[in-house]
């Protein structure tokens, strides 16, 4: 699927992938990760997830790196009210990038190839519920490929993957078991958490990931963006 293919589906409203509720994998599996309070989240290809606000709530501020700025307004538009008022989202320009921030949660608009390491200093976990999955085969070695270079050694999340009988369809398109572990093995140490089938016959697996390489106390060391 091409970036004008992913724009064009969120401008018919063709999103079934989305879910209005956390997804119960991150609920189930996240605690495993055992991150630090305020450790910060990417979310790649985050959409509108209502994961991100889940991960904010549990003490985890959140990037997501969305393509379709149509997504970034739907969740701004869909921020629960505090006290009869919703929060006022910021808005500003970043390295190319048009960002959001609501509260914890910063949503960077474009592609998520052109998020460089000196941008995720700070990233201290990810998450992938919903980008490998979008991605055809032909583009995710280089999502791999990027997810790995943006990430410090050290560095824990989890990966969602579907599969199904029909390699071709998609998204989500199928990944096997045998896909991520020669995409993400070879900077990545994998455990497969749990795997369960859906009514739809769709077979969901959960993976946690450990970037390789020896830890270093070095996020505080990188360079940050400056944001207003």
Known sequence: MSGADWLER???GRIGFHLQAPHPALEGFWGRLELRAGAKV????CGKSQDMRWLVERGNPVLGIELSPLAIEQFVAE???SAGKRRTALRYRQSGFECTRLGRI?????DFFHFQVEQAAELAGFYDRAALIALPPATRQRYAHHLAQLLLPGTRG????LTHDDPCRGPPFSVTHAEVEALMAPNFELV???VATAADGLVESVWQLTRRGPV???????SRDEHP
């Open 10 to 12: 969120w401008r018919q």
């Open 42 to 45: 990417l979310v790649p290809l």
């Open 79 to 81: 921020e629960p009210c």
């Open 106 to 110: 910063e949503l960077w608009c474009g």
């Open 158 to 161: 989890l990966l969602i993957t």
């Open 192 to 194: 497969l958490c749990d």
């Open 216 to 222: 270093r106390q070095a996020h505080s060391n990188r």
